[in-house]
């Protein structure tokens, strides 16, 4: 029995999360064939040395032409461009989706370029690691996390539940939300905290009392934790920053309050509020722990916990 | 050939840090006997039933009786007490040390009430879990983690000495710190990415516009690992606060102020700043990798790191 989902898939961006889908399609058999197309020769080259594709090509429209899923893998930043690039090329009925971290901006730059006869249907993998380029993806990226799709009002329902399979098949679990929700959610649940991350990094290189060599050396105590997210690809997170700018300002805004507010308990010596938030976020810890998303375990459950699982 | 360094140890407090010193004394043979003290009957039956020690007691000044060493592991607020009550009871010369979080107001809580009879030597292993009570410690907490004494200017070397040998036997690399400047760096390092996990977790769980099951369901998206360090003890870090409120507040100010730059670059636009602050954190990363103190894997190397090490 033939495990094939999609005759013919086109994967534009063989980054992280491309190659990761080349990965898992090959491993799965979910297309007859995959051609992969990316901005520069040089990753183009390493992509052919991985065989991650049967085709291969520098020229975004000339991958696209037959394809019947066209996954769009680029920072959200060069989306509109890909979408420019690959319109005149694409296939009738072809589904396009895309992986980028926002949506409603992805989705306004998008949508405008892409012809009628196509089905657009927005996406994001709720799965990546700090690392980047084709030699970081590998076929189980995606086992056991989300994909949220955000499908726009006009979505043929018979073409989400064809991508929504297809998610399902590389071990995705599909979730769907409205894309200016999903943007609300991802700026608390990922954007603050890598850019808190890139914050406190920042601000601990940039001391004069503490040497550099001393926060390395003892950062197990908290801080490296956070310099795993601070080593995210800088292209991604501007691109993030610059395209989910409302969400993330609302929820910067309202981090920057609570923190002066935690900044006043500790002024003035106030034990009990301190007290009382150090309980209350032990909650959060717990429901984390109950919804079979991280392990509770005195190693962290880094031993046990599913690997190479991580951010977004 | 015997590993005992003391002929009699007490340990006051058997909570995390107090039980895994119980467990490695133990399997390394560093002491003649144990005694055991804790607040709580509930505490120290537990500790009995564990077979922590030798001898057990709620009375702190009891256990210290006839003790070469005698370890101080309670949160540090209680530290003034804890050496109030054994003051009398001490034997002459005998090493009185400590593992509080925080080193400048232990000392000024400590010193006064302690006999010059003994030798009051400061210290703070950087190791620990997001666990506490008996049951959370293990024998291997200490492996490969740093121990920072900070003695004071009148400490007796060869005291000194004894008391480094035996935190090495015990698995730690030793280092020696002004006490002013052990604060400064924890607070870096330790305490403000606590206090930075806190608030995070604090603001995710308070929003109108995103639930918190979602906050949960989503949350390997980069909160997770937030979420591990704000399930730290209350009690604790409480204490931290109010005991390193100086240099907390100066790391708090300086992350603030960075903060608001960053929020500054997202809402006008400014992708280059944005690009060069996530660059430029890369550096801290590459340099902890490098010094050992994290693995660079795929998987994060949670698979292969070195089991049960984490804050503290
Ligand atoms: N990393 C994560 O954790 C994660 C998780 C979920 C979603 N995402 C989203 O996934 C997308 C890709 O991220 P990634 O981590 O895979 O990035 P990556 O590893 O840096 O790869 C990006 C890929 O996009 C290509 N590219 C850039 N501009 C292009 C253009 N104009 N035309 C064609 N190809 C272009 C790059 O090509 P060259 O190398 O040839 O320049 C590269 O192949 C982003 O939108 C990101 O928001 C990332
Ligand atoms: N946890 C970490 O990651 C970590 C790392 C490095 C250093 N430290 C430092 O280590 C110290 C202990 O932390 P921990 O994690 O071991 O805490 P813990 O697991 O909560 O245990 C604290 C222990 O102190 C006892 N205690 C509290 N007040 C006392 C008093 N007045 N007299 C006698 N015993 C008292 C408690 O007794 P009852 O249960 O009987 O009330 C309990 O046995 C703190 O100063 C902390 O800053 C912690």
Redesign the pocket.
Known sequence: MSNIHFEKIAL???????SSLARVIRREGLAGSIAI????A???KRAEELGLGDSYTTD?AEAVGDSDLVIV????G??G??ALEIADNLKSGAIVT?????KASVIAQMQPALPTSVHFIPG??????EY???D?GFAELFTNRWCILTPLPETDPEALAKLAAFWEACGSRVDRMDPQHHDLVLAIVSHLPHLIAYNIVGTASDLEQVTKSEVIKYSASGFRDFTRLAS??P??WR??CLNNKDAILEMLGRFSEDLASLQRSIRWGDGDALFELFTRTRAVRRGIIEAGQEVDAPDFGRQAAVSRTG??
């Open positions: 534009i961006g063989i980054g992280l999360i491309g197309a990316t901005r520069s040089e990753t183009l975004n893998s680029v920072p959200v060069s989306s461009l890909v895309d992986v980028g971290s926002t994001h993998p709720l799965a990546g690691t980047s380029g084709p970081a995210s690809d292209t991604m691109d993030v951010s977004n």
